[in-house]
């Protein structure tokens, strides 16, 4: 497939970045001419400048060259000096979901949203799909366990795409199938209020192509009443669902390995085995079976590789194991999300318990869901709080990790803001039989191994 003439000589700033890195490795297997730059090295890096991809560390004017255009993210702001000499030069400057939806053309797209879930969802149905040899192309903004790649760029004619909205750029798709997981108040830094956020997903389905479909959780209230708004066909999927064409959980089953959801559709009872854990994780293979449907894969071939998923990085990724105590790490930052991973997890542990280790992320939803965090986090059996990641946000006054910390009941809590003394904290903290989690969206997921080493040098 040709490459968009806007994008023949692309440069892309932040290049390592989840999504802008998943764009790049499109672009070079498709014969365009990548250039970019980041603030610091990533491991993302080697395999792309290993396709051709010029990358350069630090961010300067002189690093353009002469692009067709200039791909840039939200969190790049108006001053980076590639920006800033890009706007001078009268160089084309496009948001990342602009250059994606160029590279949607020509496909059968498939994009999955919600507030939760929307990557382990989309990898589940990618994973499915090449499972029935159809080769979609995929943006995902984590790495398939499978193979290491956050994109790929297929021959299959279809293109399955995590549609992100944090900043409402997924209003620029058009998808012909759309899952909608579920609709829960986050991002209300870009956002403001609640309602702005939901409003913004009233505005995404209303992209979807008129002979499109719209799946919807039908046991997530607000997800479920995109569905009478949508202008295009429905379904769901869920415990509470009776329509015909609905998909109905009638069981879950935890297993060892992950569980098995049995679920009625159309009339005919159907088993999917699931290989990570936790109900929310058998709901998000349910949705991805019936976009897998609709995109005109075999059910039986969908189930055998939902079956086979074998998960995404930083979504309760093993990361190793010291004596007897298991370590993972997870992606959770919402309260919800926190909860719905720590109820697997305690699954997972068997008769151990469950050490935290978490990060809060952004001071705003610290300070707006601190109360629902510490509820959250009081699943645990030991909680270590470390201070706010603040990412793209300037620090607020009063607001750190102790505003969880303080308010957390029925676990043994530890409020940390010292990074460097998170290692030997968590290390005192677990015993033999333990399954210790770090758990939040920054650099949180580097203290696994660190916490693995300590624990071997000790015994």
Do not use: W
Request: hydrophobic share 40%; charged share 20%.
């Amino acid at each position: 497939m040709s490459v968009p003439p806007q994008l023949e000589r692309a440069h892309l700033i932040g290049i390592g970045g989840a999504g802008m890195s998943g764009i790049a490795r499109i672009l070079l297997a498709r014969g365009a001419k990548v250039s970019g730059s980041d603030a610091k090295d990533s491991r993302a890096f080697l395999s792309l400048r290993a396709q051709g991809a010029r990358i350069e560390i630090g961010q300067r004017a002189e690093n353009l060259g002469e692009p067709s255009a200039v791909v840039v993210s939200t969190a790049i702001k108006e001053t980076n000096p590639e920006l800033a000499a890009a706007r001078e030069r009268g160089i084309p400057v496009l948001h990342r979901a602009q250059a994606l939806a160029l590279l949607m053309e020509g496909h059968r797209v498939a994009c999955i949203a919600g507030t939760h879930g929307k990557t382990s969802t989309t990898s589940m149905l990618t994973v499915a799909l090449q499972h029935c040899r159809l080769d979609p192309s995929f943006a995902i903004g984590g790495d398939l366990n499978e193979s290491g790649a956050n994109a790929h760029h297929g021959e299959g004619g279809i293109f399955v795409a995590e549609a992100d909205e944090s900043d409402g750029s997924f209003l620029t798709y058009a998808p012909s199938v759309a899952v909608v997981t579920n609709v829960e108040p986050d991002h209300l830094d870009h956002h403001g209020t609640p309602e702005a956020y939901t409003a913004v997903f009233t505005e995404f389905v209303k992209r979807i192509q008129p002979d499109g479909l719209l799946i919807v959780c039908g046991d997530d209230a607000a997800a479920s009443a995109l569905g009478e708004q949508a202008g295009v066909r429905v379904q769901r999927y869920g415990r509470t669902v009776t329509g015909e064409d609905d998909a109905r959980v009638l069981d879950y089953q935890a297993t060892d390995t992950g569980g098995r959801v049995r679920i009625s559709l159309r009339g005919e009872e159907i088993l999917v085995p699931v290989a990570v854990p936790g109900e929310h994780m058998a709901l998000n293979a349910v949705a991805a079976l019936l976009a897998g449907i609709e995109l005109g894969a075999p059910v039986d071939g969908l189930a055998e590789g939902l079956g086979a998923f074998g998960g995404v990085r930083r979504r309760f990724e093993f990361k190793g194991r010291a004596g007897d105590v298991r370590v993972y790490d997870d992606y959770a930052h919402h309260p919800t999300e926190v909860a719905a991973q720590l109820r697997a997890v305690r699954h997972a542990a068997g008769s151990g318990r469950v050490v935290v280790v978490f990060q809060p992320h952004l001071y705003s939803r610290t300070k707006t869901f601190a109360a629902e965090f510490a509820q959250a986090l009081s699943l645990a059996d030991e909680v270590v709080v470390l201070d706010v990641y603040g990412a793209r946000e300037e620090p607020q006054p009063g607001v750190s990790g102790a505003l969880i910390a303080d308010r957390i009941t029925g676990a043994g809590v530890h409020y940390e803001p010292a990074f460097d003394r998170v290692v030997p904290l968590a290390a005192d903290l677990v015993k033999p039989g333990d399954l210790l989690v770090t758990m939040g969206a920054g650099d949180v997921t580097q203290l696994g191994p660190e916490i693995l080493a300590e624990l071997d040098r000790r015994a």
